[in-house]
């Protein structure tokens, strides 16, 4: 890797980038609300959950997946690969969020790294996921498919932490004590989606997903989802 390619992971990865995010927590709200995550400890618990769950068998294979398409100019699968991500979203405001972060993270990565390649898919189908458009910025950068996967992945957590550190609320310091306990569960994260098969995309976190559905009827939150 180069230092360039180093340098525009580092800015695509880091919280502050506005896709958006800062506004989501995809359902870990609901279990801030009910006290079920109330410090560092269960907080990592959930977090670890969802890294080994949704995180690697929906995200994060289909960044792998994606990668993998756009080197052989596949849009009829990216099409079909986005359409399956989006159907995945149960949770109205999840699927929203996902929507709303993905449309951002793309046009602001068509004006700073002149990714078009998604621009069919954008216009056809009005949305695109996250993971696709992290891919396809690893690919037009010339990173390395598991440099970019293992960077969605921690991208995915870090802002996910920096929320908790909101919502909770965390000190700061516990909250990057978080990033670095989270990352051997992402490596790994990252070595096993490399070995998955595409017919395995979409295991998903149940309880999240029923904290996601409940999160729309929370009489306050922080959080758009």
């Known amino acids: 890797m180069t230092d360039q390619q180093l340098l525009w992971l580092l800015q695509l ?36 959950a969802y890294i080994q769950t949704q995180l690697t068998y929906t995200d994060g294979l289909a960044c792998r997946i994606a990668y993998e398409q756009l080197e052989v100019d596949r849009m009829e699968g990216l099409r079909r690969l986005n359409d ?8 109205k405001e999840t699927r929203e969020g996902t929507r709303m972060i993905g449309g951002r993270l793309w046009k602001l990565c068509r004006d700073i790294y002149g990714v078009d390649e ?3 898919i954008v216009q056809t189908t009005r949305s695109i996921h996250p993971a696709i458009v992290f891919a ?22 870090q802002t996910m932490v920096q929320n908790a550190v909101r919502g909770i609320p965390l000190g700061q310091t516990d909250g990057q004590k978080l990033l670095v306990m989270v990352q051997p569960y992402l490596i790994h994260a990252a070595s096993i ?23 729309e009827r929370l009489p306050v939150r922080l959080f758009m989802s």
């Open 193 to 215: 989606i490399e070995t998955l098969d595409e017919e395995e995309l979409g295991a998903a976190a149940v309880g999240l997903e029923i904290a996601q559905m409940q999160h």
């Open 84 to 91: 399956t991500l989006f159907a995945l979203c149960l949770a």
């Open 13 to 48: 990865s880091d919280s502050n980038f506005p896709s958006g995010a800062f506004s989501h927590s995809f359902g870990f709200e609901t279990y801030m609300y009910n006290e079920q995550i109330c410090d560092a400890k269960t907080f990592g618990d959930v977090l670890v």
């Open 136 to 157: 396809a910025v690893g690919r037009k950068i010339g990173a390395a498919k598991q440099t970019t996967v293992l960077t969605y992945l921690f991208a995915s957590v």
């Open 118 to 120: 998604l621009d069919e």
